[in-house]
């Protein structure tokens, strides 16, 4: 990322010292103002804010220390680095003491300063970007909690708004941890039905034979081990949302029940005589491509055209490397106040990892990695070595193209594929092979038949 061009105020009676450090600060591509003394940069701080000062002890008459002092008082957080001719030892512990960010001896080291200069200025880009995360994330919890600014991210949210202010159905589809439920929710909530229940059923974590009695209930006594009448999630959810999770694993023998109940608004509980009107919103969710479902006979065609009123695709983490950023600091925060550690968010190169990793379990895995780093890191910003040893391998900026001139042999292309994806990732070949859709038996024999494989 760019650095922040920082202003510096340079605080020197000495003429020759002053025009020296403009030059210099100037190269470094920062801008610079000066002062003479005290008084002076008093005035130019009225003007306009630096972002750091840098300023002699001795001045004639108010000292450094006594303008860094003045600076305190006025709850002032500019950083001040102050410098002396004499190396005074006394002078170095009263600017410390007084809240000065660094001390430095004249002659000046210029490349000690220029250190420093550009720390200011990574922590000024840094708290930037952390500003505009947050007014992103101020708007994305106005959107029923779905964080994201990728493109994909605000089509869905119209989408989702659209959906929420009608009654239709929807199937949601999408890989495992990119959000469908967070969907599904979101739409609940921006509903009109929001002070309702939203109830959640997963077709995949209830025993086969458990499902329908789970959907419509049942009466005491009707199957072995019903000793209690018990209503189903579609009485449960009444007026509100239910949410039919890995409706392709719901079993085939029920689908047209499930279908006739939607068409119908009426269930009866299992073992029960009574007709049990209910007025719910069906949302369902898929990991798999619905029209495969459909094809390979998991999904019956008739149901899916019930639910599959509004059909909602989320992408992939790594197609929209634009959340990534923003989900980290969401889950920074989330993390933090959690676990009462206050981390402030993902520095630069952390940022250049996640941004490069391929994230096979999307916004879960992040948000796992996340809560990792937060409990590793305590406090201050997430550094790479906060996070999991197969992102921290990962080398951001490698190539992300490769040039393949018409006439190169398909072998020498794989190749080059293969040995630029080991690059970026950091020669992880299990990553590589997934990002490649091969197996990793299939990487190692390439790079054996290749010369290249220990
Ligand atoms: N856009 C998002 N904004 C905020 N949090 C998100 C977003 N997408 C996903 N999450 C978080 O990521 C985790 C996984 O999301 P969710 O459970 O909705 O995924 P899913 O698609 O239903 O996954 P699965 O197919 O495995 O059930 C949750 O903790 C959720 O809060
Ligand atoms: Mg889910």
């Not at 505009?132 to 779905?146: M, P």
């Not at 072995?224 to 189903?232: E, L």
């Not at 009107?277 to 898929?286: E, I, Q, S």
């Not at 999991?388 to 072998?411: C, D, N, R």
Request: proline share 5%.
């Amino acid at each position: 990322m760019e650095p922040t061009r920082i202003s510096v105020l340079v605080v020197d009676d000495e003429p020759a010292l002053r025009e020296v450090l403009t030059l210099r600060i100037q190269d470094w591509g920062y801008d610079v103002t000066t002062a003479v003394d005290a008084a002076e940069a008093e005035r130019a701080l009225r003007q306009s804010r630096p972002d750091v000062i840098l300023s002699d002890v001795v001045l004639p008459g108010i000292s450094g220390v006594e303008l860094l002092r003045w600076l305190k008082r006025n709850d002032e957080t500019i950083p001040v680095i102050m410098m002396t001719a004499h190396g005074n030892i006394d002078a170095a512990v009263d600017a410390m003491k007084a809240g000065a960010r660094d001390f430095l001896t004249k002659p000046l080291d210029h490349a000690v300063l220029r250190g420093l200069l550009d720390s200011v200025a990574a922590e000024r880009t840094q708290r930037q970007l952390d500003h505009e995360l947050d007014a992103n994330l101020e708007g994305s919890a106005s959107i029923g909690g779905l964080v994201g600014k990728s493109r994909s991210i605000r089509e869905l949210q119209k989408l989702i708004q659209v959906i929420a202010s009608s009654d239709a159905s929807a199937i949601i589809t999408g890989e495992s941890g990119t959000g469908k439920e967070v969907v599904a929710h979101a739409i609940h909530t921006l509903s009109n039905r929001h002070d309702k229940p939203f109830v959640a059923l997963n077709a995949a974590a209830i025993p086969e034979g458990l499902i329908e009695s789970e959907l419509f209930g049942h009466e005491q006594g009707a199957f072995t081990g019903a000793n209690r009448s018990r209503p189903g999630a579609f009485e449960l959810a009444n007026r509100g949302t239910l949410f039919l999770d890995e409706i392709a694993e719901m079993p085939m023998a029920l689908q047209p029940k499930l279908l006739r109940i939607l068409e119908d608004s009426y269930a009866r509980r299992l073992g029960g005589s009574k007709e049990i009107h209910f007025d719910v919103r069906v949302l369902a969710a898929t990991n798999r491509s619905v029209a495969a479902a459909v094809r390979d006979g998991l999904l019956r065609e008739d149901l899916f055209y019930r639910l599959n009123v509004f059909e909602i695709a989320l992408s992939p983490l790594r197609e929209r490397p634009d959340d990534i950023p923003l989900l980290a600091r969401h889950f920074v925060r989330e993390f933090s106040r959690k676990h009462s550690m206050p981390v402030e968010g993902v520095n630069d190169a952390s940022r250049a990892l996640l941004e490069a990793y391929s994230w096979p379990g999307n916004v879960r895995e992040l948000r796992n990695v996340i809560e990792r780093a937060v409990i590793v890191a305590r406090t201050g910003w997430i550094e790479p070595r906060h996070l999991s040893p197969h992102i921290q391998a990962i080398k951001p900026g490698g190539p992300t193209t490769i040039q393949v001139p018409a006439g190169m042999t398909l072998a020498d292309a794989e190749r080059l594929l293969i040995l630029t994806t080991l690059d970026r990732t950091g020669q992880n070949k299990a990553e590589a092979a997934r990002q490649l859709g091969l197996d990793v038996k299939t990487i190692r024999n390439r790079l054996r038949s290749y010369g290249l494989d220990k």
